[in-house]
């Protein structure tokens, strides 16, 4: 299963486009405090549209909560990683696979990060920005392993039209 974990996440918006994406490719998505907003947040409901309500969530009370109930291979996204997110074997799809995201002004703090060196990474870019965009960045990951995972039980379609809908179109 893939997992994202947003560590003290602050920007209500970015986690509601995170809770859709998470949706949309059935990924379970952890959430550690202190959150920098309320879940009811009208900014939440509005990114995540009315997608929220399906969204597989947990809320730790700090980092040692969530170590304590979560067991698997966890992968680090950070300013400070050295290896891109494409050099991970992310294939198996019986692997309990987390995603680890730190607060959207100081990332995961060195501390955190320290023991799992081998774990962390950065996604290539220009010297003209320190990074992307959060939920951007969610999205890449998460798709970069299910493209591993052969996109496991995802639809190719969309469910609601007929595989010919443009085709048949006039």
Do not use: W
């Not at 995540?48 to 909560?65: A, H, L, R």
């Not at 050099?87 to 696979?97: A, K, V």
Request: a negative charge; glycine letters at 4%; aromatic letters at 12%.
């Amino acid at each position: 299963m893939i997992n994202i974990v947003l560590f003290e996440p602050e920007i209500p918006g970015n986690t509601g486009n995170i809770m859709r994406t998470c949706v949309a490719t059935n990924s379970k998505l952890h959430l550690i405090k202190p959150l920098g907003f309320s879940l009811d947040e009208k900014y939440i409901k509005r990114s995540g549209v009315n997608y929220i309500d399906k969204c597989d969530y947990t809320v730790y009370e700090n980092i040692d909560d969530f170590y304590s109930k979560n067991k698997g291979t966890f992968y680090y996204l950070t300013r400070y990683g050295h290896k891109p997110h494409t050099s991970f074997d992310y294939s198996n799809s019986d692997e309990n696979i987390y995603f680890m995201f730190g607060k959207e002004s100081t990332g995961i703090p060195p501390k955190l990060l320290k023991p799992h060196l081998d774990h962390c990474m950065r996604m290539p870019m220009t010297d003209k920005v320190r990074a992307l965009n959060l939920s951007n960045t969610v999205a890449i990951m998460v798709y970069e392993a299910l493209r591993q995972q052969n996109y496991n039980d995802l639809l190719f379609d969309e469910p609601h039209k007929s595989k010919t809908f443009i085709e048949d179109s006039e």
